[in-house]
């Protein structure tokens, strides 16, 4: 069983940086892809990035591509999604999620193919 905690949200205005992160309990954490998704209230999850078990791979939704950036430090067992240029559509909650993977695979990007999900973190983007 992994869990994950989701830190670093806040209230930002538009144009400005936020950095969240994810942090796993297991140090076998860098044995999981890792993906980050968000939620507006009324509207579904949706796909924001992904990262490869090793870091050497990631993936963006169109949105944010440009804008955003997936990272992590499996010696501390955390993934980041640095969010700059943030707009007020970026408003959401963020949820990380994990799920054990082979090396060569590339990144999830669809929610059902998560195992362990965090309780989410509020990014709230003033215009």
């Known amino acids: 069983q992994v869990q994950l905690v989701e830190s670093g949200g806040g209230l930002v205005q538009a144009g400005g940086s936020l950095r969240v992160s994810c942090t796993a309990s297991?140090?076998?954490?860098?044995?999981?892809?890792v993906g980050w998704f968000r939620q507006a209230p009324g509207q579904d999850r949706e796909f924001v990035a992904a990262?490869?078990?090793?870091?050497?791979?990631?993936a963006y939704a169109d949105s944010v591509k440009g804008r955003f950036t997936i990272s992590r430090d499996n010696e501390k067992n955390t993934v980041y999604l640095q969010m700059d240029n943030l707009r007020p559509e970026d408003t959401a909650v963020y949820y990380c999620?994990?799920?054990?993977?082979?090396?060569?695979?590339?990144?999830?990007?669809?929610?059902?193919?998560?195992?362990?999900w965090g309780q989410g973190t509020q990014v709230t983007v003033s215009s």
């Open positions: 999620a994990s799920k054990r993977t082979i090396l060569t695979v590339p990144p999830y990007i669809d929610a059902g193919s998560y195992e362990y």
């Open positions: 297991r140090r076998l954490f860098s044995t999981h892809g």
């Open positions: 990262i490869t078990r090793a870091g050497h791979d990631s």
